[in-house]
């Protein structure tokens, strides 16, 4: 009996860390979400008003440029990632004398910190001294002392930058794990009977990643949703508020403006698109596993 109970009995320590890391913080903020708490004229929680913080949201201007701010970086940035590591993993599929070489490289973006990236990108992009806009204003002389990052569209466009080049390494090695389940033979019989490399690509290969592919863009997508650390670093928000996403907001509202109550709803609703875009993913792929063993 007790050597049944011994593996239960290992297993508590890991459940306390878990509850108190884990699921107590997000019960509490689930709680929090539904009262009136700001900080700095309450310590403690105040009383409960129901749904009025998620309302209030549904009809707060900052709130929604933040969705729409979100929806576009998410978009862009996940379209963007899964192409390109799409194609740089059918380029390094073939073996050459720097293979191994150009993969130790392409894995140094995704080592490197976000919030590094983003400090990275800020001084390189700066009109002054940064070495891309000096680099593009010597190249185009029309972009010389550009304001990069005090045009809405550009920050906008050099956050997704950033995103892309720090998150297309990771899914260029998923892309190639799933090619190389892929058998040659298939390709090889298509290249005898004369197919083309863009159509053994759009052919043969894509239908046999759509799985793969619908892995990533969920992964990307949760990535995306969540991406905080380069926002702070790099823009700050801004300018103005053209760069402020879901989760930039949530800081703000809830580490700035102290309202704990209405940060724990925003924060919730965070939580609910991810997990809404996460069932949506799995239930596409789980019908695309159905349709391929029919």
């Not at 109970?5 to 929090?32: C, G, K, N, R």
């Not at 009262?35 to 009383?47: N, Q, Y």
């Not at 926002?231 to 907001?249: C, Q, R």
Request: a positive charge; aromatic letters at 14%.
């Amino acid at each position: 009996m007790k050597d049944r109970l011994l593996p239960y009995w290992l297993l508590i320590p890991a459940f306390i860390i878990v509850l108190a890391t884990t699921i107590y913080p997000l019960a509490y903020s689930f709680i929090t979400s539904f009262r009136a708490w700001d900080l700095t004229k309450s310590r403690r929680p105040e009383g409960f008003v129901g749904l009025d913080n998620y309302l209030y949201a549904a009809g707060e201007s900052q709130f929604l440029n933040s969705l729409w701010v979100t929806f576009v970086f998410v978009i862009t940035s996940v379209i963007l990632t899964v192409v390109l590591a799409m194609a740089l993993a059918l380029l390094l599929r073939r073996k050459g004398p720097m293979h191994t070489f150009t993969r130790i490289i392409l894995i140094l973006p995704f080592a490197m910190s976000p919030a590094l990236i983003g400090v990275s990108y800020r001084f390189m992009f700066n009109p002054e001294f940064g070495v891309i806009a000096n680099g593009l204003g010597a190249v185009f002389p029309a972009l010389q002392g550009v304001p990069w990052l005090a045009d809405p569209q550009l920050a906008m466009g050099i956050l997704v930058l950033t995103d892309v080049w720090h998150w297309t390494p990771y899914m260029t090695f998923m892309c190639l794990g799933g090619l190389a389940s892929i058998p040659r033979e298939t390709e090889e019989a298509a290249r005898i009977d004369g197919a083309s490399n863009l159509r053994i690509v759009f052919g043969i290969i894509l239908p046999q990643m759509r799985g793969v592919i619908l892995v990533m863009a969920v992964l990307k997508t949760i990535f995306a949703l969540k991406m905080f650390d380069q926002v702070v670093t790099l823009t700050g928000g801004g300018p103005g508020t053209s760069t402020e996403t879901l989760a930039y907001f949530i800081f703000n509202v809830g580490f700035r403006w102290f309202d704990m109550g209405y940060a724990s709803a925003l924060a919730w609703i965070l939580t609910a698109i991810m997990m809404f875009i996460s069932i949506w993913y799995v239930r596409m792929l789980l019908s695309e596993r159905k349709m391929a063993t029919a």
